[in-house]
């Protein structure tokens, strides 16, 4: 089992920045790909950006990129989602969840965070 417990989320204006947190207990958290997911209100939990064990591979959805930046410190026990640039349509609940590869599709991860929210004012 892996527990993942995330942190960072606030209230932004349009433009500014976050930095997400997710740390990890339980199983090596070295051994597991991240990634980072986001669900609004009424809409399907869609991918935002993944990385693997090393940190040496990195995916990003196509709204995200440019903008945000996944970074994991395995020392620690923790994935970071660095959040800039930030617009009302980020406006979501942000998830972490932790897996065998790196992928942008739910059911390929195994465990998952409860989430932490995150809005963004215009």
């Known amino acids: 089992q892996v527990q993942l417990v995330e942190s960072g989320g606030g209230l932004v204006q349009a433009g500014g920045s976050l930095r997400l947190s997710c740390t990890a207990s339980?199983?090596?958290?070295?051994?597991?790909?991240m990634g980072w997911f986001r669900q609004a209100p009424g809409k399907e939990r869609e991918f935002v950006a993944t990385?693997?064990?090393?940190?040496?591979?990195?995916s990003y959805a196509d709204s995200v990129k440019g903008r945000f930046t996944i970074s994991r410190d395995n020392a620690k026990n923790t994935v970071y989602l660095q959040m800039n640039s930030l617009k009302p349509e980020d406006t979501a609940v942000y998830y972490c969840?932790?897996?065998?590869?790196?992928?942008?599709?739910?059911?390929?991860?195994?465990?998952w965070g409860q989430g932490t929210q995150v809005t963004v004012s215009s």
């Open positions: 339980g199983r090596t958290f070295a051994n597991y790909a």
């Open positions: 969840a932790a897996g065998a590869f790196i992928a942008t599709m739910t059911e390929e991860y195994d465990y």
């Open positions: 990385i693997n064990w090393s940190g040496g591979r990195t």
